[in-house]
């Protein structure tokens, strides 16, 4: 007979958790069996001292194991998807599922919403008049085959056990354990049916990740995951100390994925997109395929328009627009050799771009639009940052986190955006 306190006990004092203690536990808290309290002090107990592989990959085929495990089997194409730990301006996503599935290869992405410094992906393309981000399974598949992408919420049925437990780790100071945060992103991947998955590994400032030891360990961690699973996996390390591109903020971020998609768009923007793109069609059987001939010529573009409207959006409609800004100026000449992604992603935060809590609602327009980065050269005086909100009265909170956002030198390092892979 298994008890929760003989569980909680054992990974206390160090020990290893049976299969059959996993199994149990995970099943018992997901339907109430196991309260919240008993399942803190394990989360806490693996937070500080750890788990074994062995462990962690127990732990994972359990969360999936809470909910249903979906069957692309149907959709006629190979299957991959894309993950990133999250960071801020991190709006790859956008034109990146577009942009592999122009090649004829299914990507589907069931996604989450921000919570925090770092923005959602559903939270930006819900800036999108008319998008809709609940499908049914059915749906999710269907639009698999036509247009070949699909962006949406995941259902309740895909490993609750990991909604229940993510939702609790936010408020017991728990998220930062390598093996918890592991087996939750892949439990939720390896349920949603892809064959083939790329991992984007964010380490710096504005990352979970600090540094990039940690960084490593959590992508090769997710990798084997992945592999024991049969899901094809390659992970990305890659920088976070600097924000993505020139946007924090839901519709600010998608105005500038349309800037990739037709061809132009920040250049760290295009390097992660178009880098993410080519392991992405290397796993699904395509490693001479060009990515970044499909932003050139339109052919992504024509698949996001699809994507977009395929969910009841207008890919032609006008995204909102803030109706207050304010603009943040350098104090000296120079040239910026730091801009603070974590900084950056809280005045975001503060503007009314993300959410406290889970029922918050977000603001489309609110952000903070980078005019110069990491690199520019700019003149005492010049606009560094352009803040948008709908309400006035938040500027002086987004301010009070750029106080110490950026320093103006002399020469700016060179930014490493791809920090290592791991395969
Ligand atoms: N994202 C997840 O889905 N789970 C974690 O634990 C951390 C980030």
Redesign the pocket.
């Known amino acids: 007979m298994i008890s929760a306190v003989d569980v909680i006990r054992t990974k206390r004092d160090g020990g290893e958790l049976s299969r059959a203690q996993i199994d149990w536990v995970i099943d018992a808290y997901t339907k109430g069996e196991v309260a919240d309290e008993q399942m803190s002090a394990l989360a806490m107990a693996i937070l500080l001292n750890g788990a074994a592989d062995r462990e962690v990959a127990d732990w994972t085929a359990a969360m999936i194991a809470s909910g249903e495990r979906l069957d692309l089997s149907d959709v006629g194409r190979p299957t991959v998807d894309k993950h990133s730990?999250?960071g801020v301006g991190d709006k790859i996503t956008l034109p990146l599922a577009p942009l592999v599935a122009s090649f004829g290869v299914a990507v589907p992405q069931l996604s989450?919403r921000g919570l925090g410094h770092t923005g959602g992906t559903l939270d930006k393309l819900e800036s999108i008049p008319g998008w809709r981000a609940n499908l049914s399974n059915q749906e999710f598949i269907a639009r698999l085959s036509d247009p070949g992408c699909v962006v949406c919420a995941a259902g309740d049925d895909l490993a609750p056990a990991?909604r229940k437990l993510?939702a609790l780790?936010d408020v017991t100071g728990t998220?930062e354990s390598i093996p918890?945060?592991a087996s939750?992103?892949m439990s939720?991947k390896i349920a949603e049916g892809t064959e083939s998955l790329v991992l984007d590994v964010k380490v710096g400032s504005g990352a979970?990740m600090k540094n990039p030891d940690d960084a490593r360990q959590l992508a090769s961690t997710m990798v084997r995951l992945g592999a024991a699973h049969g899901v094809r996996c390659t992970a990305f390390l890659t920088d976070m100390d600097t924000p993505l591109g020139r946007t924090a903020g839901n519709a600010l971020e998608v105005a500038e994925s349309l800037e990739v998609l037709a061809g132009g768009g920040p250049s760290d923007v295009v390097e992660l997109t178009v880098t993410l793109a080519r392991e992405m069609l290397s796993l699904a059987g395509q490693p001479d395929a060009d990515p970044s001939a499909a932003l050139a010529d339109g052919r992504a573009m024509d698949t996001w328009r699809a994507m977009i409207a395929a969910q009841g959006g207008d890919p032609d409609a006008k995204l909102p627009a803030a109706p207050e800004t304010e603009e943040v100026c350098a104090e000296t000449d120079g040239v910026i050799t730091r801009l603070d992604a974590m900084s950056v992603g809280l005045a975001a935060w503060r503007l009314g771009a993300g959410r406290a809590r889970k029922s918050d609602p977000v603001s489309a327009a609110a952000g903070v639009e980078i005019l110069a980065t990491v690199g520019d050269r700019v003149n005492a005086g010049q606009p560094l940052l352009r803040l948008h909100a709908d309400d006035a009265s938040t500027f002086e909170a987004a301010r009070a986190s750029l106080e110490d956002a950026w320093d103006i030198g002399s020469t700016a390092p060179d930014r490493r955006l791809i920090l290592d892979t791991i395969r």
């Open positions: 730990t999250g989450g990991d993510y780790r998220v918890l945060i939750s992103i939720k979970f």
